[in-house]
């Protein structure tokens, strides 16, 4: 299983680290850690120095309830961050998660960013798939129900599963139409899911096979880890490593974390044991 990425193929036969950089003052866990071009460089060095394959840039908080923000402020917000992956990392793979087709175009275009994370599957923004489809770039798609200011409010489904399953068979039909192949799958733990739910889906990842997609697991440090253990997102460690390990069994292909030096010696470990070359 690979995706096209500036040319090069990325294979996932060995599992993927997205390290997370959160550019916003109210994400969930880091936010207002990284709003300085000192701070941001000191942390794109330091993921990629760990080994994160992927360097996942955001700079619009999806937590419950977050602040709407404009444009403008989400391209202001960036711009420390793409600048220095551009000048000092030109052969890293870096992800963009926006659902703004205008923000993306500007980062692919003027910053070298090689993919689109977006947690709105293109119901955001009508223009996200075309622009896809043209820059010809990989595009991860997210479920989500509603928004991040109305996501908690709805978390009814018929069937758990099978209704995420057939949300991700439409995208990916109407992507593949207009040209789009590089797909990647995120389950979206923690939008619009209750804590129960999200565990049932982690459970039970490996369905998500049918669709031929890799899948992205973004489990670290969420409520369903924190609200679970009555803990702060800041003492999660090891339930959120533990949570990864039980994705990488059930099939996951990238984890999209915070801590990269910790995933990167569980993907190891999981490795030597998914080989059986004992």
């Known amino acids: 299983m690979t995706i096209n990425c500036k040319g090069k193929l ?10 997370i950089l959160n550019i916003t003052p109210d994400s969930f866990y ?3 850690k990284y709003n300085k071009s000192g701070e941001i460089h000191r942390r794109i060095d330091e993921m990629i120095s760990e080994g994160a394959d992927f360097i996942d840039v955001g700079a619009y908080s999806s937590r419950p309830g977050a602040k709407h923000i404009s444009k403008d402020e989400e391209l202001k917000r960036l ?13 890293q793979i870096v992800s963009l998660d926006t659902f703004r087709a205008e923000i993306a175009k500007i980062a692919i275009e003027d910053y070298g960013v090689a993919m689109i994370n977006d947690i709105s599957a293109g119901n955001s923004d009508e223009k996200m798939f075309s622009l896809i489809a043209e820059k010809n770039v990989p595009y991860i798609i997210m479920h989500m ?3 991040p200011q109305t996501m908690q409010k709805n978390t009814q489904y018929d069937d758990l599963l099978n209704d995420i399953i057939k949300f991700f068979a439409e995208k990916i039909f109407k992507a593949n139409k207009i040209g789009i192949n590089d797909i990647i799958v995120d389950p979206g733990f923690g939008f619009g899911k209750t804590l129960n739910q999200n565990y049932q889906i982690l459970n039970e990842l490996d ?27 800041e003492d ?33 470990v999981y490795y030597k044991l998914h080989l059986g070359d004992f």
């Open 145 to 147: 129900q509603g928004t």
């Open 30 to 32: 880091d936010g207002g």
């Open 207 to 233: 369905k998500f096979k049918i669709l031929d997609c890799p899948v992205m697991a973004g489990i670290s440090r969420k409520s369903m880890i924190y609200k679970l253990l009555e803990l702060s997102p």
């Open 236 to 268: 999660v460690l090891p339930g959120t490593i533990a949570l990864n390990m039980t994705a990488l069994l059930k099939g996951a292909n990238i984890l999209r974390v915070h801590d990269v030096k910790e995933t990167k010696q569980l993907i190891e």
């Open 10 to 19: 990325t294979d996932f036969s060995k599992p993927k680290i997205a390290g």
């Open 79 to 91: 711009l420390p961050a793409l600048n220095y992956l551009q000048k000092e990392y030109p052969e």
